[in-house]
């Protein structure tokens, strides 16, 4: 994880769309930009590049 638990645990707030790759809230059905409701959350750890 990062440097802050509070940054952390609202980042860990987030679905993401997986049609249009658009962040939203935790609760919603739909998706704000493309109204489609194929939602995952979002992945809780930060993994580095290779």
Same mark, same amino acid.
């Given at each position: 994880m *990062? !440097?802050?638990p509070?940054?952390?645990a609202r980042l860990a707030q +987030?679905?993401?769309c997986r049609k249009c790759k658009t962040r939203n &809230? !935790? *609760?919603v059905e !739909?998706? /704000?930009n493309c109204g489609s409701s194929y939602m /995952?959350? &979002?992945r809780r750890e +930060? /993994?580095?590049k290779k």
């Open positions: *990062g !440097k802050f509070e940054a952390d +987030i679905n993401v &809230k !935790k *609760g !739909k998706c /704000r /995952r959350p &979002k +930060i /993994r580095a």
